[in-house]
């Protein structure tokens, strides 16, 4: 489980998202936020529709954040 993710914003698109975690938290790498946020350092995000999202969902770990969510109103 993830200690930190930034609350989403309505309409703002997961992309987005992700870009203001990596900068919120510091990391230098961005393989290093893949790997914390999707388990996997090569993990692909598009700005249309990210995959991993079930991963991404468990360890955000908010009964608010569900896959169908993410893809229904945080993505192209």
Partial sequence: MLAFFP???E???LY???ARYH???G???PKHTLGELFGSV???VSI?????LGA???KIDSPLIKVDTLTDHHTN
Wanted: proline share 4%; hydrophobic share 35%; charged share 20%.
């Fill in 11 to 13: 309409e703002e698109t």
């Fill in 7 to 9: 609350q989403i914003v």
């Fill in 27 to 29: 990391h230098s790498s």
């Fill in 48 to 52: 249309d529709l990210p995959g991993r």
């Fill in 16 to 18: 987005s998202v992700l």
């Fill in 42 to 44: 090569t993990a692909a």
């Fill in 56 to 58: 991404l969902a468990e």
């Fill in 23 to 25: 900068s919120q938290t």
